[in-house]
């Protein structure tokens, strides 16, 4: 498996004809310029990265299709699998010949609404301890919501999973899952053995 990470601002001058139709159709509708950057970096890297991993790209756009959750793959390819995640300033783009889920967060404030929202009721004992000792929960959330998102694109289900009934432990039979992290920023990957 192969990690890539690079700053969206590698791609600011990214010839988008070559990002794949779907992509650039959404170009046009984003009214947020990072979330365009974003877009247009996931695209480029995703070219960059299966170019390196043997994927002849060619000089026109990749052919891509997407299942019902929105995961892409390669038209008429089986192999190999890819998943893009971008926050903040960053994408990454993971790529093995087994199916792959990556996640990269910036590590920020999380509501307890939304930890209402995806922890599962173990991991939410363990936040509200951490809430209650006022030690920063920032970090934890970010990790587990990074953990359950790479996991939910691993299993093709994307942001439509529930992430309460969706717990690392339950995949680690079964997935390699490695997360790095920084001050900034924490990236998880899942793929299967």
């Known amino acids: 498996m ?7 601002e590698e791609y600011a001058d ?10 650039r159709r959404r170009l046009s509708g984003f009214r947020n310029e990072n979330a365009c950057l974003q877009s247009i970096a996931a ?23 997407y299942e019902e959750n929105g995961k892409p793959s390669l038209a008429g390819e ?11 300033s960053l994408v990454v783009c993971a790529v093995d010949d087994v199916p792959v889920g990556v996640d990269v967060q910036v590590v920020r404030k999380i509501s307890k609404r939304v930890a209402n929202r995806i922890l599962a009721p173990d991991e939410l ?3 509200n301890s951490f809430s209650a000792k006022n ?6 959330l970010t990790v587990l919501w990074t953990e359950k998102e790479s996991i939910a ?3 093709g289900k994307g942001l439509s999973a529930d992430f309460r009934n969706l ?24 793929c299967s053995r």
């Open 135 to 140: 030690e920063s929960t920032d970090r934890y």
């Open 153 to 155: 694109k691993l299993i």
């Open 2 to 8: 192969r990690l890539y990470v690079r700053k969206i």
């Open 14 to 23: 990214a010839d988008t004809l070559l990002l794949e139709e779907q992509r």
């Open 78 to 88: 089986t192999d190999p699998h890819f998943c893009l995640s971008h926050s903040g």
């Open 167 to 190: 717990s690392a432990c339950d995949y680690r039979l079964y997935t390699l899952m490695h997360t790095v992290g920084s001050e900034e920023y924490v990236i998880t990957v899942a």
């Open 125 to 127: 004992g363990k936040f």
């Open 43 to 65: 695209g480029m890297l995703l070219r960059e990265a299966l170019s390196d991993y043997g994927y002849d790209v060619g000089e026109k756009p990749l052919e891509l299709v």
